[in-house]
Nanobody, 122 residues
Framework: VQLQASGGGLVQAGGSLRLSCAAS????????VGWFRQAPGKERDFVAA????????EYADSVEGRFTVSRDNAKNTVYLQMISLKPEDTAVYYC????????????????WGQGTQVTVSS
């Protein structure tokens, strides 16, 4: 499975962005997907995760209520809708895929995308 994250950019605080994670491979629909982010000089942080079917998801406390993860398996794509963005959301965002749902445990993900930069100005 190859993943490509896109949709990042520069946005003002309070604005919105939608990230996409496009995957190659016919079996992508059977993979759980997680979103992580990493700011300069900081560790990689969990953002959100979704099961293969899209029926369940979980979020970091810092984004709960502002970010929504969803997927369209027919398009082999997972989305991260981000609203009410804050400067502290600035980071490189990565998507990752796992054959089994591992939630926020980044070591459990087998495949990673290249990352997309999100910058939120104050």
């Amino acid at each position: 499975v190859q993943l490509q994250a896109s949709g990042g950019g520069l946005v003002q605080a309070g604005g919105s962005l939608r990230l996409s994670c496009a995957a190659s491979g016919r079996t992508f629909s059977s993979y759980a997907v997680g979103w992580f982010r990493q700011a300069p000089g900081k560790e990689r942080d969990f953002v959100a995760a979704i099961t293969w079917s899209g029926s369940n998801s979980e979020y970091a406390d810092s984004v709960e209520g502002r970010f929504t993860v969803s997927r369209d398996n027919a398009k082999n794509t997972v989305y991260l809708q981000m609203i009410s963005l804050k400067p502290e959301d600035t980071a490189v965002y990565y998507c990752a895929a796992a054959a089994k749902y591992v939630g926020r445990r980044w070591t459990g993900y087998e495949y990673w995308g290249q990352g997309t930069q999100v910058t939120v100005s104050s």
